[in-house]
């Protein structure tokens, strides 16, 4: 075990711990705990996005897939980013201008109904744990290579350590963890990049003759078809990805942490600019890897890919970049799993039980509480789910949850803004279908059965041919709203032109 490694992750730990000591103590209510109280500025809440969305799928499963796959890999990377433009566009500030703490307010602002804000609910529970499985995963791989310790272990220290940060310092502590990680992720991209283009005194193109001859793949390794053989599959898997980060409960619960809807507008900006950069760079550690450390390499320290990045960084920097670029990389996991569990709890606690069972009367103490057992269940469910996923790439595992965030969340929030007539009715169908209709394509698709032993979860023949099910799924959660809508006759023409001004200009009357 070298010593530089465990000085520096002794010292990412305890950085974070320091943050959330001092966060506990001005988090003193309900809405602190959920949203730092709206007082994060731009630029921050900016950072705090990229550190949320960047995650070990972009910084551990991209760089993995672009060295395995070549250009099917960034697939993954291009649509990450242009998500955003949704975001920007469609969501951010209707979204803050009508919500308090969860997705569900947003959508109650317009139809007050408990069975509205239960179906919203289970699907961002349903999305957390996608999503939480993929960072656990990561994780358990990432320290399993560092310290030679079982993964299950490995996983537990995570989760461990992401229940400190959400039950004592809630969002107050999460965004800092979150932008703390932001730059010290910008920071280890650039300096991995600019050694990967140093070798090739930075000619870009003669880097990609160069990885042409280096894989198994030769020419093909720079054209898509190797592992998205399937046109029909590309276009469902960049479906979901555009699509599904305008869904993402952790990134929309975001927008409640700033004061206005012009402040969570620039805070998509600041976002947009720094997860832009990224992607670009993480074209380089994709390559850097299949040239330094090779396809056998990467598949030997993990099937799935998935520690790429820290191996090349070990290739071409020696021990200390190693253990800088694995330090940073268990920085973006704990910062990205207190979002997931904060959000998770959030649903729990401020959906279901404050609003649902205890009507919106629950005491300051008791949401309190309930948020702390919430994010603690929410951890513990998290992580032994994630002990049976180890050999999964992570970067697919997330793709899966923005199939969800596009076929049950996004329709919810574009009808509600934007349609007339939509209604309760219409809602739930939408929630519902788009969540179980992901659910029991996924379990029927080639990700779930295949006929090779341990190319998927079980042996078999898939019922359903595509990997990502966003193709059928996302017009499913759309149709359903509109046919859930038109086949009930209620109608509150008044509550949407009143949900309207809101959306717009954030009056409340």
Known sequence: MDPIVVILFVAIVALTLVITYYAAKQTKSTGDFYTAGGGLTGWQNGLAIAGDYLSAASFLGIAGAIALNGFDGFFYSIGFLIAYLVVLLLVAEPLRNLGKYTLADMINSRFDAKKVRGAAALSTITIVLFYMIAQLVGAGALIQLLFDIPYWVAVLIVGVMMTIYVLFGGMIATSWVQIVKAVLLMAGMVIVSFMVLWKFNFNIGAMFTEVKQATSHGENFLNPGIKYTNPLGTISLMLALVLGTAGLPHILMRFFTVKDAKTARSSVITATWTIGIFYILIVFLGFGAALYVGESEILAANPGGNMAAPLLAEAIGGNILFAFISAVAFATILAVVAGLVLSGASAFAH??????????????????????????????????LSLGAQYLNVAFLVSLAFCIAASANLPVILYTVYWKRFNTNGAIWALLTGLFSALILVSM?????????????????PIFPLDNPALVS????????????????????????????????????
């Open 351 to 384: 959906d279901i039980y404050g609003e649902i069972i205890k009507k919106g009367k629950a005491t300051e103490r008791q949401q309190m509480l309930a948020a702390r057992y919430a994010a603690l269940g929410v951890s513990v469910f998290s992580i032994v």
């Open 445 to 461: 698709s080639p990700s779930v059965f295949s006929p090779v032993e341990g190319a998927a979860l079980f042996v078999g023949n």
């Open 474 to 509: 996302v017009p499913l959660g759309f149709l359903a709203g509109y046919l859930g809508t038109v086949f009930s006759k209620e109608y509150d023409f008044q509550r949407y032109a009143e949900v309207k001004v809101r959306a717009n200009t954030g009056y409340r009357g």
